[in-house]
């Protein structure tokens, strides 16, 4: 431990692939200005805009459409009018409802948008017509305005629950897997009668409620979004049904179901340790984007609770916020975790299993004693934090200050064996002073001081934590600033061992000892090499020895086994 302590270009694989000219396709939704007209696709069909719509959405197959048209032969005839009826149009895209030119057509418009579309007789009534007012073969146009749409998605693709926006929700969030959801439903059979039916029930998103199609549908909603579900039977209670359950009545075999169904919240819990074993529930949202960083100084008010309610510990409701850092094990790894998943303000329920808490040992706490193997319940409120400066609001001096604190700060963990957090505070450091374009020459010979024992400090920790990969690129970023330096030769050098590259650990111990014939540890290595090579040389004359030694059984058995047949007499044919 150191006291200081090739993509190819687009050009290229159009050539590769033999395209030396741009493919001349038309497009399925071109850009089209006013006034201007373009074809869609490659069966004929041209759209010229007339009014432009609003915004940036097109509906999609499945969308229930409303539209006004007029529509007329290529001389003016006119041959149908919603406008004259007074009285806007529906259609359900991609359907089969409508002639092909407009299920392709309206797909490319959008709210308000007014368009006349030119469509082929192979888009429209092909060579039969549409006696008497449209002739065979006829090329049709069609004055459209899109008034409205209202989205229905297959939500899983195969047709088993569509999904009718009814009250667009807000924001742009989905609820996941482990959040807890809060709805309102209504569910009917397709002759209408109320089956089930909740003011407001709150469930799991991945345990889920009533029947499999509420939980598919959460995952595509919105928060206080509505909306109408046409569920199949297998999204339902499938072949067997449903028996009556209390006050809701029986539901038939391979019946299919109509659900209202409102989001009305949901609370957001996430995985913070990626296994499950340290869930946080947001209770109530906190502000603005920012969390605290490895470090950070943090205030809460917590009251830890076992299982049975029993409360452990009570800290920040006394009119003094609990303060404590973050990562520095001065308190239980999960609550270290979880809090820096939280914002200024944000109220948390999080579950802590035994792993991340006291594990297998009975701990005694402020208030109870916290039983061996127990799962423990914090709610949390974060009150405030302050965050270090980040580099870039960093001038040079406090950049090269910031890193000799964490390289301090590093020692300290690496001393006490903890070489994980001390390797997280050696790369804080080196990202301090990793860019240094704008230093002056003194303060970038510090910066490549703080960079080269920063570095070499880490691999030391990666050799500890048995990654040696990282040890060998640690040492050798070490290497490219310093050629010469020896406890980077000789770090890369023990890596290599565990790695097997023994031809490269001789290398860099050939190299060190050039340098520093001297060096004690470097001559120790290079004894263990030595030593390994050996090993290796035993291991593998062994097994190849083993398998020549069965090479030559086989070659002896078959050998045998030829003479055998050799000695067997000629059979001839007594008969000839």
């Known amino acids: 431990m150191d006291d200081d302590f090739d993509f190819p270009s687009a050009s290229n694989a159009a050539d590769e692939m033999g395209m030396d000219e741009e493919l001349d396709l038309p497009e399925t939704n071109p850009v089209i200005k006013v006034g201007e007209e373009k074809e869609i ?57 409508v002639i092909k030119g407009w299920d392709e057509g309206i797909k490319t418009m959008k709210k308000g948008e007014k368009a006349l579309f030119t469509i082929p007789p192979e888009l ?98 919105k928060k206080g979004e509505k909306a109408l579900l046409t569920v199949n039977s297998q999204y339902a209670f499938g072949e067997k049904g449903r028996p009556q359950v209390g006050d809701e009545i029986s539901v038939p075999p391979n019946a299919s179901l109509q659900i209202n169904l409102e989001l009305v919240s949901w609370k957001t ?122 580099s870039w609001d960093m001038n040079a001096q406090e950049k090269i200050e910031a890193a000799g604190k964490k390289k301090e700060e590093g020692n300290v963990w690496f001393k006490a064996g903890k070489y994980a957090r001390a390797s997280k505070r050696y790369e804080k450091g080196v990202g301090f002073v990793e860019y240094d374009s704008s230093f002056s020459d003194e303060e970038k010979q510090q910066a490549k001081l703080l960079k080269i024992s920063c570095n070499l400090n880490n691999a030391a920790c990666k050799l500890k934590l048995k990654d040696y990969k990282e040890a060998v690129k640690l040492c050798t970023k070490v290497l490219d600033i310093d050629s010469r330096n020896v406890k980077a030769l000789y770090r890369r050098a023990q890596a290599y061992i565990q790695l097997v590259e023994l031809e490269l650990a001789e290398q860099d111990i050939k190299k060190a000892l050039e340098i520093d014939p001297d060096n004690r540890d470097v001559k120790m290595e290079y004894k263990i090499l030595k030593d390994k090579v050996k090993e290796y040389n035993r291991k593998d004359a062994q097994f190849y020895g083993s398998i020549f030694a069965k090479m030559s059984k086989l070659e002896q ?19 000839a």
């Open 41 to 97: 696709g490659k069966n004929g069909l041209k759209k010229k805009l007339i009014n432009e719509g609003e915004g940036w959405e097109n509906p999609s197959s499945g969308d229930e459409v409303e539209v006004h048209y007029v529509g007329t032969l290529l001389d003016g005839t006119q041959f149908d009018s919603s406008r004259d009826r007074g009285t806007p149009f529906k259609l359900k895209l991609g359907q089969g409802q």
């Open 124 to 221: 429209a009534y092909g060579e039969s017509g549409s006696p008497p007012t449209i002739p065979p073969n006829a090329t049709l146009q069609f004055e459209v305005e899109l008034l409205s749409w209202t989205s229905v998605k297959d939500i899983c693709k195969d047709g088993g629950i569509f999904k009718k926006v009814l009250v667009e929700g807000e924001g742009w969030q989905n609820p996941k897997d482990l959040d807890e959801v809060f709805v309102k439903y209504e569910a009917l059979l397709e002759d209408g009668t109320l089956i089930s039916k909740s003011d407001g029930v709150e469930f799991t998103v991945k345990d889920g409620f009533f029947c499999p199609a509420l939980a598919k549908a959460v995952k595509t909603m």
């Open 269 to 390: 819990v996430s995985d913070v340790t990626n296994d499950k074993k340290v869930l946080k529930k947001i209770l109530e949202e906190g502000e603005g984007y920012e969390r605290p960083n490895d470090g950070t100084v943090v205030k809460v008010k917590l009251t830890g609770k076992l299982q049975d309610g029993t409360v452990f510990v009570k800290k920040g409701h006394d009119g003094e916020e609990f303060e404590f850092k973050v990562d520095e094990e001065q308190v239980i790894e999960g609550l270290d975790r979880a809090v820096k998943t939280m914002k200024k303000g944000e109220m948390a329920l999080v579950i802590v299993q035994p792993e991340y808490a006291f594990g297998p040992s009975e701990s005694q706490q402020e208030l109870a004693v916290v039983p061996a193997d127990s799962t423990l319940y914090y709610e949390i409120e974060m009150v405030s934090f302050v965050n270090e400066k980040e």
């Open 557 to 575: 058995q078959n050998s045998s086994s030829a003479e055998k047949k050799e000695a067997m007499p000629m059979a001839i044919d007594s008969k």
